[in-house]
């Protein structure tokens, strides 16, 4: 059965910083890779999905790489804001689009 | 602008009773699913349709019932079977197929607690 990881749990940076956000996950036969961000009381938000044949994805600030063999992908932020404060979570699709979702990582971007 | 939309957005149960969260869609997806969130958690899967009149059970439907009469609607009812139905409850929708690689688009949740 499927297993997602993600690390740290919480992280708390100034705004500026670039920053990663790792996600890893047990059986590497994976369609693709999704990254979400939700807000507070919120539904989630599709970032980027990485399919199986990817190495990565970009989306202005944010970039995503897969690399399958070590079941592992991570989210790059690049100059982060106060408005990417958010909770993170990162999930493996393995058929069908039935996702398993890591526990998320909360983020927060102090001014 | 096409979407998903859950109501109510809060929600409380009675002991015994039953409750039904609704979701509700315009996206002209064929799937549909429904989440459960525990506070610092990820989601979970309680279950899904993938078709009209069809559903299947997620990892955690114990206490839930679910039904899916039309292509926009996949209601969930939390039965008094569900001996600890407090969490927040999302609502996903998607284009089916095995080998799709299209993203779930969610609603924005039903918070559901207990009086």
């Known amino acids: 059965k499927q297993e997602v990881t993600q690390i740290p749990a919480a992280l708390s940076v100034p705004e500026g910083e670039n920053l990663v956000l790792n996600c890893s996950f047990t059986?590497?036969?994976?369609?693709?890779l999704q990254w979400f961000r939700q807000d507070p009381g919120k539904g989630l938000t599709s970032l980027l999905l990485i399919q199986s044949s990817q190495r990565e994805q970009t989306s202005g600030r944010l970039n995503a790489s897969l690399d399958k063999s070590s079941g592992r992908s991570t989210l790059y932020i690049a100059a982060s804001q106060p408005g990417d404060s958010a909770t993170y979570l990162c999930?493996?699709?393995?058929?069908?689009?039935?996702?398993?979702f890591g526990g998320g990582t909360r983020l927060m971007v102090k001014p | 602008d096409g979407g998903i939309t859950q109501s109510p957005k809060y929600l409380f149960r009675k002991e015994g009773q039953n409750v039904t969260l609704s979701c509700e869609q315009n996206l002209n997806h064929d799937a549909m699913y429904w989440y459960r969130q525990d506070p610092g958690q990820g989601l979970r899967l309680i279950y899904y349709s993938q078709i009209v009149n069809d559903f299947q059970k997620g990892d955690i439907a114990e206490g839930y019932s679910v039904s899916r009469e039309k292509k926009e609607s996949f209601p969930l009812t939390v039965t008094s079977a569900q001996k600890n139905p407090t969490a927040f409850y999302l609502c996903?929708?998607?284009?089916?197929?095995?080998?799709?690689?299209?993203?779930?688009?969610f609603g924005d949740g039903t918070r559901l607690s207990i009086l």
């Open positions: 996903a929708s998607s284009t089916a197929g095995l080998y799709s690689n299209q993203p779930q688009h």
């Open positions: 999930a493996a699709n393995n058929a069908g689009n039935m996702l398993t």
């Open positions: 059986d590497s036969a994976i369609y693709n």
